[in-house]
C-alpha cells in the first residue's frame, strides 16, 4: 500500500484544539468514497464517547 504523507492545519472540536494532524493519501483508496476521514485514537481519546448498542452509532 503506497500513500502521501499531509501535515493538516490546527483544528478544533467541541473546544479541544487538536494539533500535529497528518494525514493519508492512498494512491489506491480502500476507504468507501463516502467516508471524508477516518479519526485514529490519538484523536479520538479527548472526547468522550457514547456508545448507543442499540442505535448501532457512537456520539
Do not use: C, W
Not at 16 to 32: A, K, M, N
Not at 34 to 54: A, C, K, M, N
Request: no cysteine.
Amino acid at each position: 500500500m503506497n500513500a502521501l504523507l499531509h501535515r493538516l492545519p490546527k483544528i478544533q472540536l467541541q473546544g479541544v484544539r487538536i494539533e500535529g494532524l497528518r494525514g493519508l493519501q492512498f494512491t489506491s483508496t480502500i476507504i468507501p468514497p463516502e467516508v471524508s476521514l477516518v479519526l485514529g485514537t490519538d484523536v479520538l481519546r479527548q472526547f468522550d464517547l457514547y456508545v448507543h448498542p442499540g442505535q448501532g452509532e457512537i456520539v
